[in-house]
């Protein structure tokens, strides 16, 4: 960084503090998302209008003494500041109401730019209240910054001056700065602009026929454009360019992860259909349901049958939306591991879940038979083991000896299957379930059991299930790494779940009557008490003081149950069999409800304080209810009206497709919640948004695909494979500046 001119350690320092220790870093920090001072728009001052909204670049040129403001009551007036300020063609008055700290934050001489609306206060114009871009603060104009001259300067402020000073009829960029960096936008811009002089031209990673075939401008234009676009029209295309550099980077390593996964594997050819025409253990099952499959099941089922029966190990990711059946399908291809030999592991998140997916699979493979040659009949029923961390040590020996020896057919379990003492004889398919539990890491350790402790078996088919759907493209940058199924369609006669934002105590009243009638013809009611961020302990509180109020209140006579992370895993289980078989009318519960929990005899669920959850919670929440053939309610209280909490209430009380909730989700919150821990350092999407630029994202997965198709080890492409090494390993190399 000391190569610039003018950055001493102060400046380093000053920079650190925005996270910028490298040229890479410099050029790489962006101007605020579409934030650009206009100098071809400035209206210089001797020309505004009344009535107007303008923007003016000037300098202080005096600073009123703020006055207090006056009177009592209503009638209060507000506190003022008033300055003037000076361009070459005059001055105006600008004003601030209630915002005393105008006064330090620009004493005189201080440039700024100034954009509000012109009005008259007596007989002159002035500036109301105008939004402020400091671009040099007061005093030595925008300087080096003192102390710059310390150890580590190589060569002072020589010659450079003030930098590019935003001036009619350029455009100036605004940069993102932290509250205490004595840094400017201006001087910022000073440094981008001599490195990116200093660099002269880009290496393009790009080959040419890809880049303009997809519309892209080349990088040293979009590197120049958006740092210091000659027009605004400039910066977009950049952005552009940039923000598809992001994607391109993640897509492309995402492939060459899923390639490389693929290329030292060890895939089993599963069996999907039987040589001697007898019908299948699948067939079987599904003949077996009481039900038909919907479509989107069929269609999910046959396209993961085709994964199975390939020679490449399965790495699937199965989406679809709460209630769509994807249980079925994922015990589909656990029996079709089982009837080639294999065996089967379905993986849950919490012991409720992981119980409960328990029993459910018992149920749906009761009276199914493997064959076994060492009965007289030839075959035995199919074992089915559940494996968590309250299974008793006699019960765990005889799984774990029963895995070993192939007598256990299915495994299911929390993250307790993966232990060092599970060891399976054969682990043909391996189920996820509620993948965004799980990380990246317990994917591989489950992955593993199948090679075994000796590292000689095969790898198992995997299949992901995630509840929480999430929009498609974004999909594309968390799990690009895995293939993808949407179940997009509901078993029939299920009738959405009516939905209500309980603002008025009236409202709220509705819904505990709502919650009585139910539990009085015979059905149950969920009660989920209010979010408290972090404390188990202190909602495990609020869980049971909520329920002893209602109990002595609105559900006065009805019988209620609880359910809390702070209960012992055994209390935990007889809680939720006694709502299950109808023990108790009403659940009070936490979150712990939120995944998964399937009693189709709950058909009304009261959410207290909803605007405190997420969309896509409360949306796996509501669908505990309404699983059943029944008519089922969902409540949320809240008496908040504030602009983001109601957009996401008024969403649930709106739509009970989770994908749609999702989109809605990602526009409000943006895609930091989405992407999560994959936003980290050099590799976050600091341009692209997922929601903007789906475009993109399609555009760099398709070309990450063919890059990767035609030249899997990138030999090729040599810059690209040293780029990716930068930006994903992390490492310094200042090769982007090879031209
Ligand atoms: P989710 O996708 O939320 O995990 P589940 O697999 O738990 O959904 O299924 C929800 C409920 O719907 C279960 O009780 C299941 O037995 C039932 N179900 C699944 N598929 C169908 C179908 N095709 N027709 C009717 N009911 C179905
Ligand atoms: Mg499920």
């Not at 060569?155 to 455009?171: E, F, K, L, T």
């Not at 039900?291 to 399965?314: C, H, K, N, S, Y």
């Not at 064959?371 to 035995?380: I, K, Q, V």
Request: charged share 25%; aromatic share 4%; with cysteine.
């Amino acid at each position: 960084m000391s190569v610039l001119r003018g950055v001493g350690s102060t400046a380093q320092r000053e920079l650190a503090e925005l996270g910028i220790g490298s040229v890479l870093d410099l050029i790489t920090h962006y101007p605020r998302q579409g934030r650009y001072i206009d100098g071809t728009r400035l209206v210089p001052v001797a020309s505004l209008t009344p009535g107007d909204k303008a923007s003016v670049l000037g300098r202080v040129t005096r600073v009123g003494r703020p006055s207090s403001g006056y009177g009592r009551g209503r009638r209060r007036s507000p506190a003022r500041v008033e300055l003037e300020v000076a361009d070459a063609s005059g001055c105006v008055q600008v004003v601030f109401f209630n915002q005393v700290w105008r006064a330090k934050q620009l004493p005189v001489g201080t440039l700024a730019l100034f954009f509000g609306s012109v009005g008259t206060y007596r007989g002159s114009r002035q500036l109301n209240s105008p939004t402020v871009e400091v671009l040099q603060p007061a005093g030595g104009g925008d300087g080096t910054g003192e102390g710059d001259s310390g150890e580590g300067d190589t060569g002072a402020d020589d010659g450079i001056g003030d930098g590019p000073v935003p001036s009619a009829g350029r455009v100036f960029p605004v940069y993102p700065l932290t509250e205490r960096a004595k840094l400017t936008s201006t001087r910022i811009s000073r440094y981008v602009a001599e490195s990116l002089d200093r660099a002269g031209t880009f290496a393009d990673p790009l080959p040419d026929p890809v880049r303009t075939g997809n519309g892209l401008i080349d990088r040293t234009a979009a590197f120049n454009q958006i740092h210091r676009p000659a027009s605004l029209d400039e910066a977009e295309p950049a952005r552009r360019r940039l923000a598809f550099d992001e994607l391109f980077r993640l897509q492309l390593d995402l492939v060459l992860r899923r390639e490389r996964l693929q290329e030292d594997a060890r895939g089993i050819r599963h069996r999907t259909a039987r040589g001697d025409g007898q019908i299948t253990l699948v067939e079987r099952f599904i003949a077996g349901l009481g039900f038909e499959l919907t479509g989107a099941q069929r269609q999910a089922m046959a396209v993961i049958g085709e994964d199975l029966a390939g020679p490449l190990p399965m790495h699937r990711l199965l989406q679809g939306d709460v209630g769509s059946g994807k249980t079925v399908v994922a015990v589909a291809a656990l029996l079709v591991a089982v009837e080639g030999g294999h065996q089967g592991a379905l993986m849950a998140p919490t012991e409720v879940l992981a119980e409960q997916h328990g029993t459910a699979v018992r149920s749906l493979v009761d009276g199914l038979s493997v064959p076994d040659p060492a009965t007289l009949a030839g075959e035995r029923p199919l074992r089915v083991a559940l494996l968590t961390s309250r299974t008793t040590a006699g019960e765990r020996a005889t799984i774990l000896s029963g895995l070993a020896d192939g007598s256990v057919d299915v495994l299911i379990g929390t993250h307790a299957l993966l232990t060092d003492q599970v060891t399976f004889r054969s682990l043909g398919v391996a189920v996820i379930d509620e993948q965004h539990r799980f990380g990246v890491e317990q994917r591989a350790a489950l992955r593993e059991k199948g090679r075994g402790a000796d590292g000689r078996g095969q790898d198992p088919d995997l299949l992901v299930m995630t509840a929480t759907p999430i929009p498609r493209t974004a999909a594309m940058v968390v799990f690009g790494d895995l293939d993808m199924t949407i179940i997009d369609e509901l078993p029939p006669g299920r009738l959405p779940v009516t939905t209500q934002w309980a603002r008025t105590p009236r409202q709220v009243d509705a819904a505990w009557k709502r919650v009585r009638s139910e539990a009085e013809a015979g059905r149950r009611a969920f009660v989920v008490c209010p979010l408290v961020e972090g404390s188990e302990r202190v909602e495990a509180t609020s869980v049971v003081a909520e329920a002893e109020r209602l109990a002595g209140a609105e559900l006065a006579g009805l019988r209620i149950g609880i359910l809390h992370g702070q209960l012992s895993s055994a209390e935990k289980e007889r809680s939720m069999a006694e709502f299950r078989r109808g023990g108790v009318d009403v659940l009070v519960a936490t979150t712990v409800i939120e995944v998964g929990v399937d009693v189709p005899e709950a058909t009304v669920m009261v959410i207290e304080d909803a605007d405190r959850f997420g969309i896509a919670q409360l949306h796996q929440l509501r669908g505990r209810v309404g699983r059943g053939r029944d008519r089922a309610w969902c409540y949320l209280l809240s008496s908040n009206d504030a602009p983001e909490a109601a957009a996401r209430l008024s969403a649930l009380e709106g739509s009970v497709d989770g994908f749609a909730l999702a989109e809605v989700d990602l526009e409000l919150r943006g895609e930091g919640t989405i992407l999560g821990s994959r936003q980290k350092g050099r590799s976050d999407l600091r341009l692209a948004k997922l929601v903007s630029d789906r475009d993109l994202v399609v555009m760099a997965r398709e070309v990450a695909e063919q890059m990767v198709a035609g030249d899997p080890g990138l030999v090729q492409h040599e810059l690209l494979a040293d780029e990716l090494r930068l930006f994903i390993d992390e490492t310094e190399a200042e090769f982007l500046f090879k031209s």
